[in-house]
Structure formats: structure tokens, C-alpha cells
């Protein structure tokens, strides 16, 4: 066999011959020797940063040491990890010379022939360093250098070792099996350009591959989404990728989500962040709700820890704390992620703990038991975390004395922006204590990784995202255009037209005015209609400015050539368009406007939201500096006294909006009157998510109707409880003060059952039901008794329409058919209902959470039920609604020889159980609201509740 035929049998075989093992030697010690000169310059750097960077903390205690992913004593020692490729900085620069060459790397092993014998790599499978940015410089440093042995290295010399590796790694998307297929997904390094992602067609990359059929785009770092989703995935906000699920997760869990069928494709924010975190690099996504984050992480996180587990397994077996510790923002939360861990991890054994606060004292010890068996993935919240730690005041009862972050590779932050709400103190005692744990651990040479994902940008967000960029160099991906309008700074300008009478022309003279004073800048004017587009054509025209103009009565390639001639130049150009041709823009992808200038305000909020994506090409690029930007949103309102959508008003505020004194700016009223108050506005004073919840967020005069008493003492009677601070009761006793004559209302129910009985009784009073709303009141038999009734939803049920109903004198729910609703005659139906809503005063569940836990709830069924027979619960009114009273302190009285014995009021049990905690505002919140009401004297206060069932 000639030398030529063996060389080529050998690189087959992924050897690769001697002099060309010599040439990467030599790139090997240069780059030796930049990894060095780099080290250097980064302490240097370290220094500076950590001196100067006070965005996050005023005293940092976090070094660039304990975080840093590009750390070089750490990259050589993951690599040490294997013994069996023991040749740690070679073997992850040849991982990082790869990647440059050919844009992908891990998991692979190669093999090296120098002087006859055969050496073997492989890539480290310690994630996110050899991928970071930093290696990926110092491969650019190198390549200007040593150009031929690069460009060597990219043809052929790093071949795949035919095996597949033992431990693979980080990315599965080069595994033997992957390469077989035609086409596979390839993630770019998490440069400052942000992670690409490509297209390899039999291994070349073809970067000129159009993939926007498979993936929108997604080298861009801010992939702004054109659609917004809720609680469910709207259907077109799947990728229609079939590459990204197969390549990038772990067979094991791609055959869970077989198994539940739910998930075939990726969502366009998990096209992103599968790729990033299955390479375990760090990431912040930010997404609308429901856009698919949590499975985002899940998933590759899972498909990572597989992967990793023979190493993990061998390397850091005893652990107490998590592998990965998920810190989700309520223990609801923490519930589902938990399930869903559990769930795809179900035939591997590694045991996954989910587990929070609230659970009272009894069961506290329980928990720190469970956790002290150890996990192999911890899931909780932070409160609790920090707790069990002993990184929080006052937490040395809760707290297990081993070091429960020292094994954390993975730390995850689930909703961010709430839990920094909540405590962003907390998040820099938590991230604090992991790198102070993980930099005292035995383990310190796996990387560590941190997710995090949030629905909204907020301040705190982006102190975090600032204060972490220098340290780990997260990608970031922001799917919503407002979002990332909002962490680009975008200045929102309010511009009020001042001549009231000829308003509507005004405003868009005025649009032409300002178009004249920003030069140089790529403008998008949004107006109403198409008679609109034509005035402002004139209008430019007078001022020899030729805007381009989208409105509905251009055909399609008319619109594409306006957006040929807008795409021509990067300066100075204006389109015009009309308020129902944005969708139509959209898809054309008009992407690099400077300046937006709102003529038109969309009634809902999303097509304004939508209106942000034209900006998304000079959206900000790294969050190492200060964000300054000259992208604008201008308002036009032009009427001295305008309405704008109720929506506007957070916009404005999000973005900063300083508001013209001078102006009567209004915001419409949310269309909420038709529904109830927020039931957690009434449980704790304020609701945690005003934006998004659907219920009534304002006091009207309707909840004053028939009000129950400011004042005074009841007696009541349990009829249910809907959670530890919310019951359904009814009254037995009323009284002024404790002194006064009590009033008895103990009979009402059994009164009103026999009214309601006798006149159901004749047939001929019974008239079906015509006309069926959402809050009337009707008749009906439910368990062969006659009942009032409350419509609390219909709906459509196989063919049929439903309707569920409240039981207005019972407290119970019910489903039924239409047609066995029977009208009210007006004696019956002027009547309150008989069950009134209750909640404690200034308590709340413990961690910031707005879910009472099941604990907490079985406790106080349980001392309602178990209350002895002559036992009453008594309760002073702090504040009443029409149907709601707010009891400070509800107390059990027991009669114990004739006298009466108070028990410790419910509130302070919640409270010392450890189920729940002080919320002192509450009242004063509720009351201040309860103020701003208007009373309507007819309506509401001459006939109040007491007024209808005072028995005399
Ligand atoms: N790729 C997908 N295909 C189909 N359904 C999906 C996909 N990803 C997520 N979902 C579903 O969409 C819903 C929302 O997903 P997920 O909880 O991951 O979103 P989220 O952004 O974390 O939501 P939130 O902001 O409320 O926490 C879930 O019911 C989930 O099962």
C-alpha cells in the first residue's frame, strides 16, 4: 500500500498523519500561549469589572473567578474529568479549533497520529466554555496566524471517531447517527453576534442555505416574534422545523414527547433556547406567557443531564443538593416542573425533589428530610432555597447544614422577572451562595450553567442580564417586540397637537414637521385608513418628500416594491401605512425602521405590540455598556381631551413616557364592569399580575349594592373553604358591638328553603327560563330541592349548550342543561343571597406566593370541621362589599363551664404554623380604593343587606 493509500485509510479511521499532528502542535502551543496572555488580560479585567460594576449589587461579592465560564485552571480540569483523553488544554482547543473551522464541536472523539502512535481527543463534555465567545476569539487570534493549519483542519483532518463517544455531550447534533441525515441544525458559538444557527448540508456549512422555511432567522440575537401568545401556543408560533427536535434533545425524551404526543415541534422561543442550553451555555429568554419557555429548559436541560450523567454519576456522586436546582416563582410552579422533570426522567432513576414553603411546621421537617436524601434535581422556590441553605435572616431552624449548591451545575431561574419583583435581594444572596459553594466544592471543575427566563423586561431584569454579561456571557433572546423594545431602550415621545379644531389634519402636518427635524432616519408612520395614506402623500409632497405608502388597495406586488425601494438604503426614507396593512408589512419583514410615529392607536394591544418588531435590526446587540439608542416611538394624540385604550397607559409607563402637563390625556377603562372583582386584589390587596388577569381590578358602585355591614360582629357558620384565608359562610348573629342586642339571622336559610319550596310547588308558577345571561338569577332543582341560582358561565358541550351555576343560598357550584332554569318572581329575587364571601384580614401565603398551598388549605378545612359541637366562630368586620365581608380577628369561642374561651384567632395560627405571613397593607390598600367610590344613596346604602333578613 502506497503512503498516499495508507494516509487515507487512516484518516478514514480519523487518524490524522504525523505532519499534520505537528502543524496542530504548533497552533496548540500558540494557543497556549494566547490562553495565557487572555488569562492575564482577563484578571486585569476581572479587577476593573468587579470594581466597577455596581449595576447588579453595592457590594459584589461574586467573583469573575467563581463564574466565569472561559475560567482556564476550570477548562483544563473538566477536561481532567476524563481520564481516559487526559490531554486537557489540547483536547478543548482542538474542540475550540473545530468549532471555528467548521462551526460546530462537542461530544466527538479524533484521533492524532504523532510519531506512529495513535492519540485520541475528545471534546470536553463540560459544556458552555469551550463553546463560550472566549474560545472562539482565541481561535480568531490564531487563525490570522496560522492560517494553513487552520484551513487544514477544516478540510479533513478531524474526523469523526467512528464510535460513538461513550459520554456524548453537550450537543448531540454530531453524533454519528445525526450525520447520516442530509441536512442537520448547526449552533454558531455564543458570540457577541449572538448564537447562529446554520444549516449543514452533508457537512459543508451552507450558510447561504435560505432556512427562513425551517426557522425564521434565528442567527439574529433578537429574534422579535411577530405573534404574542397566551397561556396556550398559538399554532403560528411553531417552527416548522424538523431538524431542531430530533437533532438537539435526547432520544429518551424526544420518546416522552412521542409518548405525549403534545409536542412534535419547537415553539420559535425553544428553536432558540433548545439549541443554547443543550450545549449547556448560559441563557436569558424572555418571552410572552405561554410561549413555550418552561419546556424551553426542560427539555434540553434533561436531554443535557443524560448526556452528562455517566460523568456526573462517577464524578460527583455524594450530593445533597441538585445537579440542577429549578427556582420557579410559586410552588405551583414548582408542582408542574417538578411533574415534568419527573415525567421525562421517569425510566432513568435520578430522583427529582420538588418541594417548597407553606407547608406548615409539622411538615418542614419532613421536607429537609427528603431533601437530605439528596437530588439529583432540586426544584423549589427561592425563598425556600435560601432558607434550607441559611442564606436568609432568621432561617438557622429551616436551614440543612450540608452544602446544597456545592454539586449545582445547572441553576435555573423560572420566571425571573416575578421572583426579582419579589426579592431581587434574594436572587444576589442565591447567586452568591452558589459561587461561593460551587468555588469551595471538590467539583469545581464542571462549568456552571444558568437559565434564566422571564415574561417581561423589567428594571430588575436587566440589572441582572448587566451584571451578568461580563461574568458568564448569557445569550440573550427576547421573543416579545415589545419586551425588546424595552430593554433596547426604545424613548417613547408623547406629541399632542395643540389646535383642537382642525385636529385630524393638524396632527398630520404636524407628523410631516417632525419627520423634517430627525434626518438621516428610517421612519414608519402608522395612520388610520387609506384616505389617510393619500393625505399624508400630499403632505411630504409639499415638502419634496417621496414616502413610500402601504395601504389595502395595493396589490401585493406593488407592496413589495415599496418595500424593495425601503430596503435599498440604510437612510432617510418614510412609509406610510395603513393601520390594516401592518400584518401584510410584517411578513415582508420590514425590520430596520429608526423612528415609528403612531398616528393610528390599534384598540388592542398586540397589533400595537406588533407595530415594534419594524425596529428589531437596531434593537441593542450586547449589554456590556450602558444602553443608549436613538430608536423613538412617537404618539400622536390630537385632541386636547383624548381617549386613548386603556393598554396605553402601561405602555407609556414601560417605556418611560414623560406625559405633556398641559394635556387631558385619558386611558380607557379596561372593559371589566361585566366581571367580578379580582379575587386576589380582595385577598391581598393588590393583584400580582394586573396586566394579564381578566377579573375587575376596581371598586364600582355595583359591589356596594345592598351592602353587608361596615361595622360590628358576626357569627358564622362554615359552608365552605376555598382556600386558608377565603371561606363561604353564613351568617347566624349579628351585633353592633360586643355589648349590643345581638340580631339573629340563624333562620334565614331554613325560611327562605320552605318560600322557595312552596311557590316551586305549583306548577304554575314554574315559567321556563327565556332569556339566559352571565349573572342573572334563576330557579332550579338540584338534588329535589328548589334552589336560587346565580349563570356563572355558559358554554357549548358537544351540541348542547351548559350553563354552570352558582348556588347562591347554598355556596355550591353546579352544571346544568338550559332548560331546567325556571324565572324568579320578584319576591325572591330582590333577596341577597344568603352566602357571603369571607377573607382574613392581612394575612398571606408565606414566599411571596399568591397560591395558598394544599397543607395550609387541609389545615383550616380541618379546624372548621373538627371545631367542637357548642364551638362558634366569631369575626369583626374590618371592611364589606355587597357580598363580601373582611373578618380581623375570626376566632373560635368555645363554651368550657359556662364561660366563654376565645382561641387564638385563625390569622395568627396560619401565621405560626408557618403556612403564612403578615401582610399589613392589605386593608389600607382595599380601603383606599373602597374610598375613590362613588356612593350612590338610592341604590346603595338605604337598603342594605341586613335591611332584607333581619328577622324581627
Ligand atoms: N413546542 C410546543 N408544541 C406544542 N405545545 C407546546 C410547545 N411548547 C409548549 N407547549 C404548551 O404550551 C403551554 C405553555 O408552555 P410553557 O408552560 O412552557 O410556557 P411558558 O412560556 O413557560 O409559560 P408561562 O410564562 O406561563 O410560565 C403548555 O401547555 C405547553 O404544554
Request: glycine share 4%; net charge negative.
Amino acid at each position: 500500500m502506497s503512503d498516499v493509500e495508507g494516509e487515507a485509510e487512516e484518516r478514514q479511521l480519523g487518524i490524522i498523519p504525523s505532519h499534520e499532528a505537528l502543524q496542530l502542535d504548533n497552533v496548540f502551543s500558540k494557543i497556549k500561549k494566547n490562553i495565557a496572555r487572555r488569562s492575564n488580560d482577563q484578571n486585569e479585567d476581572d479587577n476593573e469589572s468587579i470594581t466597577s460594576n455596581v449595576g447588579f449589587t453595592n457590594d459584589n461579592l461574586l467573583s469573575r473567578e467563581d463564574f466565569n465560564p472561559c475560567n482556564n485552571d476550570r477548562v483544563a480540569s473538566n477536561v481532567a474529568t476524563m481520564p481516559e483523553y487526559s490531554e486537557p488544554v489540547i483536547g478543548d482547543l482542538l474542540v475550540a479549533l473545530k468549532n471555528d473551522a467548521r462551526g460546530l464541536v462537542a461530544g466527538e472523539q479524533f484521533r492524532v497520529k504523532e510519531n506512529n502512535c495513535v492519540k485520541e481527543y475528545k471534546e470536553t463534555f463540560c459544556l458552555g466554555k469551550t463553546n463560550s465567545s472566549a474560545t472562539s476569539d482565541l481561535v480568531s487570534d490564531v487563525r490570522d496566524e496560522d492560517k494553513l493549519s487552520v484551513t487544514s483542519l477544516q478540510n479533513e483532518n478531524l474526523v469523526n471517531a467512528p464510535s460513538e463517544p461513550e459520554c456524548i455531550a453537550p450537543s448531540r447534533l454530531h453524533s454519528s447517527h445525526h450525520v447520516k441525515q442530509n441536512k442537520r441544525l448547526v449552533v454558531g458559538s455564543g458570540n457577541s453576534n449572538g448564537s447562529k444557527l446554520l444549516i449543514e448540508t452533508n457537512g459543508v456549512l451552507d450558510k447561504d442555505t435560505n432556512i427562513e422555511t425551517d426557522v425564521v432567522r434565528l442567527h439574529r440575537l433578537y429574534r422579535v416574534f411577530i405573534t404574542s401568545g397566551f397561556f396556550s401556543l398559538p399554532e403560528e408560533d411553531i417552527v416548522v422545523n424538523n431538524y431542531i427536535r430530533g437533532n438537539v434533545l435526547h432520544k429518551s425524551v424526544i420518546s416522552v414527547m412521542n409518548q405525549s404526543g403534545s409536542i412534535q415541534q419547537a415553539s420559535r422561543i425553544q428553536a432558540f433556547m433548545w439549541p443554547i442550553v443543550v450545549r449547556g451555555q448560559n441563557i436569558v429568554a424572555v418571552g410572552e406567557r405561554g410561549s413555550g419557555k418552561t419546556l424551553g429548559y426542560t427539555l434540553p436541560l434533561v436531554s443535557l443531564l443524560l448526556d452528562m450523567w455517566p460523568c456526573i454519576a462517577r464524578e460527583a456522586s455524594v450530593r445533597v443538593g441538585g445537579v440542577a436546582v429549578i427556582v420557579c416563582k410559586g410552588w405551583r410552579a414548582v408542582q408542574c416542573v417538578g411533574d415534568t422533570f419527573a415525567q421525562l426522567l421517569k425510566d432513568h432513576g435520578l430522583r427529582v425533589v420538588a418541594t417548597w414553603g407553606g407547608l406548615g411546621e409539622k411538615h418542614l421537617s419532613e421536607v429537609q428530610k427528603e431533601v437530605c436524601r439528596g437530588a439529583d434535581i432540586l426544584v423549589t422556590t427561592l425563598p425556600f432555597l435560601l432558607r434550607i441553605v441559611g442564606a436568609s435572616e432568621g432561617s438557622s431552624n429551616e436551614k440543612i447544614h450540608f452544602d446544597l449548591l456545592s454539586h449545582c451545575f445547572h441553576l435555573v431561574l423560572d420566571d425571573a422577572d416575578v421572583i426579582m419583583d419579589n426579592d431581587a435581594h434574594g436572587v444576589k444572596l442565591l447567586l452568591t451562595e452558589w459561587a461561593s459553594q460551587r468555588a469551595n466544592s471538590k467539583n469545581t471543575h464542571f462549568s456552571q450553567q444558568l437559565i434564566i427566563t422571564a415574561s417581561s423586561w423589567t428594571k430588575f431584569m436587566e440589572r441582572l442580564v448587566q451584571f451578568l454579561e461580563p461574568l458568564m456571557e448569557p445569550s440573550v433572546i427576547i421573543s416579545s417586540p415589545f419586551e425588546a423594545a424595552k430593554a433596547s431602550h426604545v424613548k417613547s415621545v408623547v406629541h399632542c397637537t395643540n389646535n383642537i379644531l382642525s385636529s385630524g389634519r393638524q396632527s398630520l402636518g404636524d407628523v410631516v414637521d417632525l419627520v423634517k427635524e430627525v434626518p438621516d432616519k428610517k421612519v414608519i408612520i402608522f395612520v388610520e385608513n387609506c384616505r389617510e395614506v393619500k393625505q399624508m402623500r400630499q403632505l411630504f409632497a409639499s415638502v419634496a418628500i417621496l414616502p413610500q405608502t402601504i395601504h389595502g388597495r395595493k396589490l401585493m406586488w406593488e407592496v413589495q416594491e415599496e418595500v424593495t425601494s425601503w430596503n435599498s438604503t440604510d437612510k432617510e426614507k418614510v412609509m406610510v401605512v395603513s393601520a390594516s396593512t401592518v400584518a401584510i408589512l410584517l411578513e415582508q419583514d420590514v425590520r430596520d425602521a429608526d423612528v415609528l410615529v403612531h398616528v393610528h392607536i390599534p384598540k388592542v394591544k398586540s397589533e400595537f405590540n406588533q407595530r415594534f418588531s419594524f425596529l428589531m435590526d437596531n434593537y441593542v446587540k450586547d449589554f456590556k455598556s450602558e444602553i443608549s439608542n436613538h430608536l423613538v416611538s412617537y404618539v400622536f394624540v390630537d385632541n386636547n381631551d383624548a381617549v386613548l385604550p386603556y393598554y396605553m397607559e402601561e405602555v407609556w409607563m414601560s417605556l418611560e413616557t414623560s406625559m405633556p402637563s398641559e394635556f387631558n390625556i385619558h386611558f380607557a377603562e379596561k372593559l371589566q364592569e361585566e366581571m367580578p372583582l379580582c379575587h386576589f386584589l380582595k385577598a391581598f390587596g393588590s393583584c400580582p399580575s394586573v396586566n394579564q388577569c381578566e377579573w375587575r381590578h376596581k371598586m364600582q358602585q355595583q359591589d356596594l349594592w345592598n351592602k353587608l355591614p361596615d361595622y360590628g360582629i358576626v357569627t358564622v357558620e362554615i359552608v365552605k373553604v376555598l382556600n386558608g384565608s377565603r371561606y363561604l359562610v353564613r351568617l347566624n348573629e349579628y351585633r353592633e358591638t360586643n355589648t349590643s342586642h345581638p340580631i339573629d339571622l340563624s333562620q334565614n336559610h331554613l325560611t327562605l328553603f320552605m318560600d322557595i319550596q312552596n311557590y316551586c310547588s305549583d306548577p304554575a308558577n314554574l315559567l321556563p327560563a327565556s332569556d339566559i345571561k352571565v349573572g342573572l338569577m334563576f330557579l332550579t332543582l338540584h338534588e329535589s330541592v328548589w334552589t336560587r341560582v346565580r349563570v356563572l358561565h355558559i358554554y357549548k358541550k358537544s351540541n348542547t349548550m351548559q350553563v354552570t351555576l352558582f348556588l347562591l343560598d347554598e355556596g355550591d357550584e353546579i352544571t346544568t342543561n338550559p332548560s331546567e332554569l325556571y324565572q324568579t318572581p320578584e319576591k325572591l329575587s330582590r333577596l341577597p343571597q344568603l352566602v357571603v364571601e369571607v377573607y382574613l384580614c392581612k394575612v398571606r401565603p408565606l414566599d411571596h406566593d399568591t397560591e395558598w398551598t394544599h397543607h395550609a388549605n387541609l389545615y383550616i378545612e380541618k379546624l372548621f370541621s373538627d371545631a367542637a359541637e357548642n364551638a362558634r366562630f366569631s369575626g369583626s368586620i374590618a371592611l364589606s362589599l355587597s357580598n363580601t365581608l373582611w373578618l380581623s380577628p375570626l376566632v373560635e369561642i368555645v363554651k368550657v363551664e359556662g364561660r366563654n374561651i376565645r382561641k387564638e384567632s385563625v390569622r395568627s395560627q396560619l401565621i405560626r404554623l408557618g403556612y403564612g405571613c403578615e401582610n399589613q397593607q392589605h386593608i389600607e390598600l382595599l380601603k383606599a380604593q373602597y374610598n375613590t367610590v362613588e356612593k350612590d344613596s338610592d341604590a346603595g346604602q338605604s337598603s342594605s343587606w341586613l335591611s332584607f333578613w333581619k328577622q324581627d
